[in-house]
């Protein structure tokens, strides 16, 4: 089974896969993110895969073909080279109009560069996330089994051998040569079966204008410009198109330690995410995106007003319940599996800050409120000022009872400030601003007070407590402190002493360590932002530089890394950490240009 | 012949054969969509092909109750089961038939022998419509025999 960091993805943001660097995919959930997996391998060796490699290849090389998602894997054999090019094929709106278009499909184009080459592939379909194998046909369309109502259609030139669920073949690739393998899902309507052959050369085209065009629209020129533009091109692949929800992950249950049993299920879409994403994209440029995300945000989140749950799937409904798929022995061993995600029963009171900071950021992005978002987010100004005293599990979601998180507190903050901000520009009406600045202020003296400690001469993570966490990096983010003042400074240099995991790297709490955890990916970005918000910007350039080389191969980050190795350790690529560089990147470009410490949040 | 009788109901019986046929869509139980399918006769664009051929379906299911209601006219009466059984008839001819001759008629459509090519990629439905779901003879049926049902039960010859 191959290292969480040894894959690289490709979607269509609407499902995505992981290629591993032997040219396996080893996961795919279709016909979405967070559908049971079709090829499981990264979880159990007997849960599915796809594999197109050389026979004998000595030497990998690997990276996506320029700003695109599409990989290209080039093998290295005695005889010869192959480049392997994996993409879901996608089309711009336009071409779609004249195009007649699979619902789902999975592209791979073998080419041989060089010599010759003698080619094994292997097709080993286990949907139902391993647990089923299906009975293939070949037929003159292609080898086929039906998933559910749908079906699932492998069509390639090489002729197939079928044994047991699984379709192999073998041949050979002279220089100058090429074949395209494709798999299609006919998921709800007629299939469309797209021909291989030259039009599989012209899918591929299409897709590398696709996200060639794409590319063209981040607006961003700071740092680490390539880095950037391939957390965005990240980034994008974990949207849901068709709703504009963000998914953490493309993976579930990749383990935060070696062979641990902390295993989630990353495939939803976190609220504590949003004001970060929407940042994000739009500091980009990506507005169009930024804007679809918002207004997901704001129609998901309708049905539970004005209460907020913790974690959406992309279409705004809760969730499966939380189980362990026990037939799969996990990544490496590490046990249990789980499918759905048991935080959703959690109380974290940081999700309203980030909701109104998002929907702010939309509005100053030239957005208007309709009447019932305007009722919504009143709403939660309401809800804000009657919760905001309460326990809760806060945002690093441990399972351990509620407590007053400082984080939490600080967020509901931010949802008051940004209300009352909106109500003072005219863009929010109707709202009590003189109870929604006075309840602010009372959240503001109660931080300051319970939130400090003395004697550690810190901000702590919990109210009345001694431990730092690396979410008090985000408190000038939010606008709550200046990055350069004296308490935060204090901060800084507490949490670099407790949580530092060297190499820049930090872990969320000190527990993580003592768990033998990995550092949080995302937290060394929040101290490389916090440094250059406080203007503090050599630090925070060297910084953010030997953050971004912690990367793997092509550019991808996990939810965390192991502080000896720099390894991806937990699920993959994680949108969370991908959100910290370019957020970083962003702040770090525009002090870069303005100099000195910023006056107000990022 | 009831003129407005036939209006009436043959596009009542459409909209519920329509409506049928996409509640087992939706549910997972087929992917046979006849609208989809008429469409691609007009346009690879899959918005414009669903919206294309919603229409054209609905002017298909109203022209076709003609034939339903020739048969109530030659018999002088229409009862839910008469027209139930022209359902029943109909479905068959579509999933043994109808099915199978498709590929040669629609522009966009493969065949069992002959293999997708730039222009044809859908698939084809193939004998009782199976490439589409174990379970869309079933959806078809029901869907067609309601067709039936409505236009026996309440068209009312003259």
């Known amino acids: 089974m191959e290292a969480v960091g040894d894959h690289a993805i490709i979607g269509d943001c609407r499902a995505a896969a992981l290629v591993d660097r032997e040219g396996a995919i080893d996961w795919l959930c279709w016909p979405r993110f967070d559908s049971p997996s079709l090829f499981g391998a990264l979880l159990d060796d007997r849960a599915g895969h796809w594999r197109i490699a050389p026979v004998g290849a000595v030497r990998v090389e690997r990276g996506y073909v320029g700003p695109t998602n599409v990989l290209r894997t080039r093998f290295l054999t005695p005889t010869g080279r192959l480049a392997l090019y994996d993409l879901m094929p996608v089309a711009s709106e336009a071409g779609k109009k004249s195009l007649l278009l699979p619902e789902h499909e999975i592209l791979r184009i073998a ?30 369309l292609g080898v086929r089994f ?5 079906a699932v259609v492998l069509r390639c030139e090489p002729r197939c051998t079928l044994d047991g669920g699984t379709a192999t073949t073998r041949f050979r690739l002279r220089a100058g040569e090429d074949t395209a393998f494709s798999l299609t899902l006919a998921h709800q309507w007629p299939g469309v079966l797209p021909p291989i052959g030259p039009n599989a050369r012209q899918a591929l085209e299409r897709a590398l204008r696709f996200w060639g065009d794409w590319s063209a629209r981040c ?37 935060e330690a070696a062979g641990g049993n902390r295993n989630w299920d990353y495939r939803y879409c976190w609220l504590r995410d949003a004001s970060l994403t929407a940042r994000a994209l739009l500091g980009l440029g990506f507005v169009d995106e930024a804007r679809a995300f918002v207004s997901w945000l704001l129609q998901s989140t309708r049905l539970t007003r004005p209460r907020l749950a ?8 809760a969730p499966p319940r939380e189980r362990p798929i026990a037939w799969l022995s996990g990544h490496r061993g590490a046990r249990p599996v789980r499918v759905g995600n048991a935080a959703v029963e959690q109380l974290q009171l940081d999700v309203y800050g980030e909701v109104v900071d998002a929907a702010s950021r939309f509005a100053g992005a030239g957005g208007a409120f309709d009447r019932t978002t305007a009722s919504m987010l009143r709403g939660f100004g309401e809800q804000v000022c009657r919760t905001w005293r309460s326990p809760d599990e806060g945002m690093w979601e441990p399972r351990s009872g509620r407590r007053r998180h400082t984080h939490s507190t600080v967020l509901c903050w931010t949802a008051l400030d940004r209300l009352a901000g909106l109500a003072r520009s005219g863009r929010l009406t109707r709202l009590p601003v003189d109870r929604i ?44 402190a200046r990055a350069d003042s004296e308490r935060m400074r204090a901060t800084h240099d507490r949490i670099v002493s407790e949580l530092d995991a060297g190499n820049g790297l930090l872990f969320r709490r000190r527990e993580d360590r003592d768990r033998g955890e990995g550092a949080f990916g995302a937290c060394g970005f929040w101290r490389a932002e916090m440094l250059a918000l406080g203007g503090r910007l050599d630090e925070a350039a060297e910084l953010f530089e030997r953050l971004c080389a912690r990367s793997n191969d092509v550019g991808l980050f996990a939810e965390e ?42 | 012949m009831n003129v407005a009788s ?140 309601a067709y039936g049902l409505i236009l026996g039960a309440f068209y009312r010859p003259v």
């Open chain 1, 111 to 140: 080419a041989c560069e060089a010599g010759e080459v003698e080619v094994a592939m292997s097709y080993a379909p286990r949907p139902g996330f391993g647990r089923d194998v299906p009975a293939l046909r070949d037929g003159p």
């Open chain 1, 146 to 150: 039906e998933l559910g109502a749908g």
């Open chain 1, 219 to 255: 607006r961003y020129d700071g740092p680490a410009r390539e880095a950037v533009l391939r957390s965005a091109l990240a980034l994008d692949l974990l949207v849901y198109a068709p709703s504009g929800a963000v998914v953490a992950a493309a993976t579930t249950s990749l383990p």
């Open chain 1, 310 to 317: 913790t974690l959406y799937d992309v279409h705004g409904n």
């Open chain 1, 437 to 480: 600045e006075s309840c602010r202020e009372e959240i503001r003296r109660e931080v300051e007070t319970r939130a400090w400690n003395g004697e550690l001469e810190s901000y702590v993570a919990e109210f009345g407590g001694s431990e730092v966490d690396a979410s008090l990096l985000l408190l000038p983010w939010y606008g709550f």
């Open chain 1, 561 to 602: 890394a192991d502080p000896a190795s720099g390894a991806a350790i937990g699920n993959f690529p994680q949108a969370f950490t991908h959100v910290g560089l370019v957020n970083a990147a962003l702040t770090l470009a525009e002090r870069l240009r303005h100099g000195g410490p910023a006056e107000g949040p990022a």
């Open chain 2, 6 to 145: 036939w209006l009436l109901w043959g596009f009542a019986a459409t909209l519920v054969l329509t409506g049928l046929l996409s509640v087992g869509q939706g549910l997972g139980l087929t992917r046979m969509s006849l609208p989809f399918i008429l469409g691609t006769f007009f346009t690879p664009d899959r918005d414009r092909a669903k919206l294309v051929g919603f229409g054209v379906h609905l002017a298909n299911g109203w022209l076709f109750s003609l034939l339903y209601v020739a048969f109530f006219q030659s018999w002088h009466r229409a009862t839910w089961w008469l027209g139930a059984i022209l359902g029943a008839v109909q479905a068959a001819i579509v999933l043994t038939t109808g099915m199978r001759l498709l590929p040669g008629l629609h522009p966009r459509m493969a065949s069992e022998t002959h293999g997708p090519t730039p222009t044809r990629q859908l698939e084809p439905p193939g004998f009782l419509a199976l490439n589409y779901g174990a379970r869309t003879a079933l959806a078809t049926f029901v869907a067609h025999v």
